[in-house]
């Protein structure tokens, strides 16, 4: 018989697991979490390669269906487990994608730049940063945080005054930037609406795990 138990494969290092892990819990899922240790290899193994051929956390199974990719990790559990933050409206379901898009076109690419030079390149032993990716790096970061600042200045979350999945999604970028040690001072609007979601009892959870 095939378990319909759901099981998070997990690492506290990503903030990508770490926002599909928030949802998790803010959804009230039933989610058992796996640890992945990457610092051990665990991501290359062949039974988690099987898995996400892609090596990297998170990875949701529920039951034989295994789905990777955080963002759409979170549709699916907020699809399952219904919630506000994932409405039946077609059209805030439009902008909601429209934001992760955004996150993963753009602004989330920025800070990925910046965390693998400024914390990865000295973690792996890969050498000095390098300087002219940093500096494009954190130009793209500031034009991008921008536009969230702009889009924070009137609404308490990034729709509206209600919660959503682009607020996790985009939080999960905003934590990470900040442990990459990008320019994210002087967005006064993004810098309340990220303690605003950092302090909902599913992400202090997360962050716990």
């Not at 095939?2 to 990508?16: C, I, V």
């Not at 209600?162 to 999604?169: G, K």
Request: glycine residues 6%.
């Amino acid at each position: 018989m095939t378990s319909t138990a759901l099981r998070m494969h997990f690492h506290p290092a990503s903030y990508n697991a770490r926002r599909a892990l928030a949802v998790a819990f803010h959804v009230e899922a039933p989610v058992e979490v796996v640890l992945c240790d990457l610092m051990a290899g665990a991501q290359g193994a062949a039974p988690f390669r099987a898995l996400n051929p892609n090596g990297l956390v998170p990875v949701l199974e529920d039951g034989d269906f295994v789905l990777w990719e955080s963002m759409a990790i979170a549709q699916y559990l907020a699809e399952k487990h219904p919630s506000p933050v994932w409405p039946a409206d077609a059209r805030v379901r439009a902008d909601i994608t429209r934001w992760q898009a955004w996150d993963l076109a753009h602004f989330g690419r920025a800070a990925d730049v910046l965390l693998f030079e400024n914390r990865l390149r000295g973690m792996f032993g890969l050498g000095a940063p390098n300087e002219v990716a940093v500096a494009q790096a954190e130009a793209a970061f500031t034009r991008h945080a921008q536009v969230l600042d702009n889009q924070l200045s009137s609404r308490t979350y990034v729709l509206g005054d209600t919660l959503s999945l682009a607020d996790f999604a985009l939080a999960g970028t905003f934590g990470s930037a900040t442990y990459a040690g990008a320019p994210v001072a002087g967005f006064a609007h993004v810098a309340r609406w990220y303690d605003l979601v950092r302090a909902l009892p599913a992400w202090e959870r997360a962050a716990r795990a």
